[in-house]
């Protein structure tokens, strides 16, 4: 067996070696020309857009905490406290993921921030705290009960950034390749509100060693209008909605709190 240990000076390089061929995000150009992955995660313009619109309804990220459910490597978070947030707990419940923002923390010098393990929905149902904004990029399609994430998000948090891919058949019957989102559908309800799961299986794509995803086999999409819909019966009406188009299927950002 060879030796793990290193026998060079160290680099950012070799740090993030430790996960060679496994990252998803490009590094900032902070760490100089190493290599990783090629999402542009670290300089994000959905953080930009959430920053800017959370301001127009009154939550100024410089006063404000964060929530971050889900942060996968961590360049969300990065670009949140460059931008001024007064601190961000980001929870991550893959633990290869949750290790590489702990890597990318050290590497960048990064304050302000508290890295847990765990799962996000199960932390906001055991919290009795709340912070001023909630931040949720990737996450709700995820999610098995979405509604239950949107309520809890609505609960423990003052205001709200969601960026998601919802069902839409639209987009469906324009790319039958992919459908997304369409393993069957079924009618719920959870604490009051009724609305349409749509099952997204993942298939072949459920590789733990490369995948991002949630914990289960599936998820459930939600519709556009019942995403924002949920919201609203929660309590977070105002909402600055602004859809885009993605390659796995439709997707929005959003920016909502209390009236």
């Known amino acids: 067996m ?4 290193a026998t060079k000076p160290p680099s950012a ?13 490009r590094m900032p150009a902070g760490l100089g020309g190493v290599e990783a992955g090629e999402a542009a995660l670290f300089e994000d313009p959905r953080v930009d857009w959430a920053v800017a ?4 309804l009154g939550f100024p990220i410089a006063d404000c905490t964060v929530l971050e459910a889900g942060p996968l490597e961590g360049g969300h978070t990065y670009q949140l406290i460059r931008a001024g947030a007064k601190s961000v707990t980001a929870v991550e419940a893959h633990p290869e993921a949750f290790l590489k923002c702990l890597v990318l923390k050290e ?3 990064v ?17 009795g705290h709340t912070y ?15 509604v239950e994430a949107l309520e809890l998000l609505c609960r ?4 709200l950034f969601l960026w998601t891919v919802y069902w839409d058949g639209e987009f469906n019957r324009a790319h039958p390749d992919r459908l997304a989102g369409s393993a069957g559908a079924r009618q719920a309800e959870h604490s009051g509100f009724r609305h349409t799961l749509h099952r997204h299986n993942y298939g072949e794509g459920l590789d733990y060693g490369s995948f991002w995803g949630g914990p289960e086999s599936f998820s459930n999409w939600m519709e556009k209008d019942e995403i924002l819909g949920a919201l609203s019966h929660f309590g977070f009406s105002r909402q600055i909605v602004e859809l885009e188009s993605n390659p796995n299927g439709s997707a929005l950002r959003l920016a909502a709190t209390r009236p």
């Not at 619109?53 to 127009?56: I, T, V, Y």
């Not at 996450?139 to 979405?146: E, K, R």
């Open 2 to 5: 060879s030796s793990p240990y």
């Open 13 to 25: 390089q070799q740090t993030l070696d430790l996960f060679r061929g496994k990252w998803a995000s």
């Open 53 to 56: 619109n959370l301001a127009k």
């Open 107 to 109: 590497l960048l010098a």
């Open 111 to 127: 304050e302000r921030v508290n890295f847990l393990y765990g799962d996000a929905v199960a932390f906001l149902r055991s919290i």
């Open 132 to 146: 001023d904004i909630g931040f949720a990029s990737g996450f709700l399609y995820h999610m098995v009960n979405p």
């Open 156 to 159: 423990r948090t003052r205001a």
